[in-house]
């Protein structure tokens, strides 16, 4: 369980297909501290298990599963990516609750900067949006958000300069495509109240 709160930008070192599988290694200062074979580890919000350590580095398998259901099948060797260790029960819950399981991609459709802030436009799929409320919460790209406005298959965030800083969504443009997990508490809610769908 992750809490959307984005610990470094880390730097994609390598990309292997190895059958189907890929290795992705990158490199980060902050989340490599303590870190060992086996831990998870958020990358760009999708759930990852690390499979090597080395330094300040580290590896880790993504499946055909994540490889196809997120954008890390289109990442490349010096992109960025956003990085969060697991959260302790100790630990205070500065975002919301976020699983790392990515329920699907959407596309930027607009950044406009007003002031200080930036304004996002995300084109979302239905099974995205159905669980959007307005200001309610969204994991865009692992990055725990609020929502400003739902306008059809399409929904708003505000940036603040310091997620721009700590996050990709700094150098995110129109038709960049991202990870997105609704926030879990709605999932949970339409089971109970429709448990045969």
């Known amino acids: 369980m992750f809490t959307g709160l984005i610990e470094e930008l880390g730097t994609v070192k390598s990309v292997r297909i190895q059958s189907d599988v890929m290795l992705l290694s990158i490199s980060a200062k902050v989340v490599t501290t303590g870190m060992k074979i086996g831990d998870s580890i958020a990358v760009n919000g999708a759930c990852l298990t690390v499979v090597e350590v080395g330094g300040t580095a580290f590896s880790a398998d993504v499946s055909r599963e994540t490889i196809d259901k997120t954008n890390l099948g289109k990442i490349r060797v010096s992109d960025k990516v956003n990085l969060e260790r697991p959260m302790m029960l100790s630990d205070r819950l500065g975002g919301h609750l976020v699983?790392?399981?990515?329920?699907?991609?959407?596309?930027?459709?607009?950044?406009?900067?007003?002031?200080?802030?930036?304004?996002?436009?995300?084109?979302a799929p239905h099974q995205v949006q159905k669980y959007l409320i307005y200001k309610g919460s969204i994991a865009v790209d692992g990055i725990s958000l609020t929502v400003n406005e739902i306008l059809g298959n399409k929904f708003t965030i505000t940036i603040i300069p310091h997620t721009a800083r700590m996050t990709t969504l700094g150098f995110k443009k129109v038709g960049d495509i991202v990870n997105l997990e609704a926030d879990i508490i709605g999932k949970y809610v339409e089971r109970f109240l429709n448990p045969k769908s």
Not at 101 to 115: C, F, L, M
């Open 99 to 123: 699983t790392g399981h990515v329920d699907s991609v959407g596309a930027i459709r607009g950044v406009n900067k007003k002031g200080t802030v930036l304004l996002f436009t995300f084109e």
